[in-house]
């Protein structure tokens, strides 16, 4: 109970502070609020394009064009050895006839441009369906390599140069985004213990009447930094409510204006568990702030 009774002293004590400071509160909370909408814009950016670069991931592709007298055995074991490669998640066959069947149906009207063949250029194919276990277009080359030597192939078909930009693309995101998260976080941190230390400024004299009457600096410390809790909780409602404000407004945005590159996209908001996730990050900023504003307080 007594216990209990201490939580309560201390819960009342930082309304107290809230409701007298009221105006500190708000300029933390706004500060709080802004460097959150800052963070939580590059999470969901790079969120979206790593999203959108996993989609793009799972399209990759590598055709295995075929000799024309490849024998039923040989296409067999072609099909066994390719499945067993690093990096393959799938092999699809694709006849000749399903392969002139496919051009006819590119071609649309002019189709009929066809209709004098003779014969089927097309060759088959082995179609590769591959995994991101290919973390680099020096994989596709070694790949593309031990298929090409493999008797019954005629021709290796793969984007060399869009992949090196695809994979260099994946690394940057990889890298840079680790490198501006922490960077954020930093700053954002910064600010806010700015913004607390703002407010013991304005409570020094309080501060000091209660060291007088013999209060110890953990009694004195525990409201502020529930104070910051409550800050950073508030802040990061807040911010949640103007990204998904932002981010509602932008989706129907692209999707008015350019619906043609609806297929390259994957937007998304926070899922529930990042959404947790962020009510914990403000609360975490208001506790990392007033940490760092307590070591300053002590050594005042």
């Given at each position: 109970m007594k216990f209990l009774r201490h939580v309560s002293c201390q819960v009342r004590s930082?309304?107290?502070?809230?409701?007298?400071?009221?105006?500190?509160?708000?300029v933390s909370i706004v500060t709080i609020t802004f460097s959150l909408v800052l963070f939580g814009l590059y999470g969901l950016a790079t969120g979206n394009v790593m999203q959108s670069v996993s989609l793009w991931q799972a399209d990759l592709e590598m055709v295995v064009y075929?000799?024309?007298?490849?024998?039923?055995?040989?296409?067999?074991?072609?099909?066994?050895?390719?499945?067993?490669?690093?990096?393959?998640?799938?092999?699809?066959?694709?006849?000749?006839?399903?392969?002139?069947?496919?051009?006819r149906r590119t071609?649309?009207?002019?189709?009929?441009?066809?209709?004098?063949?003779?014969?089927?250029?097309?060759?088959?194919?082995?179609?590769?369906?591959?995994?991101?276990?290919?973390?680099?277009?020096?994989?596709?080359?070694?790949?593309?390599v031990i298929l090409g030597i493999r008797d019954g192939v005629a021709e290796i078909r793969y984007s060399r140069q869009w992949l090196a930009h695809f994979f260099s693309l994946?690394?940057?995101l990889?890298?840079?985004?680790?490198?501006?998260?922490?960077?954020?976080?930093?700053?954002?941190?910064?600010?806010v213990s700015n913004t607390i230390k703002l407010s013991?400024?304005?409570?020094?004299d309080a501060i000091g009447i209660m060291e007088l009457v013999g209060a110890t600096k953990f009694y004195i410390a525990v409201p502020y930094l529930l104070e910051g809790m409550f800050q950073g909780a508030v802040a990061a409602v807040l911010a949640l409510a103007a990204l998904y404000g932002l981010f509602r407004y932008l989706a129907g945005w692209l999707h008015?204006?350019?619906?043609?590159?609806?297929?390259?996209?994957?937007?998304?908001?926070?899922?529930?568990?990042?959404?947790?996730?962020?009510?914990?990050?403000?609360?975490?900023?208001?506790v990392a702030g007033f940490l760092i504003t307590f070591r300053w307080l002590k050594s005042a």
């Open positions: 930082t309304w107290r502070n809230i409701h007298r400071h009221l105006a500190i509160n708000a075929l000799d024309d007298d490849v024998s039923g055995a040989r296409l067999e074991e072609l099909k066994t050895f390719c499945r067993e490669q690093h990096g393959v998640a799938a092999v699809h066959y694709t006849d000749k006839e399903e392969a002139l069947k496919r051009f071609l649309g009207a002019e189709a009929r441009l066809l209709e004098g063949l003779t014969e089927n250029p097309l060759p088959a194919s082995l179609e590769l369906k591959l995994s991101d276990a290919l973390i680099d277009a020096a994989s596709m080359d070694d790949l593309a994946l690394r940057f990889r890298l840079g985004g680790m490198a501006v998260t922490g960077f954020l976080f930093m700053v954002t941190v910064i600010i013991f400024y304005a409570r020094l008015e204006n350019l619906a043609f590159l609806a297929g390259t996209w994957a937007l998304r908001f926070f899922s529930p568990l990042q959404t947790a996730g962020f009510l914990a990050l403000g609360i975490m900023l208001g």
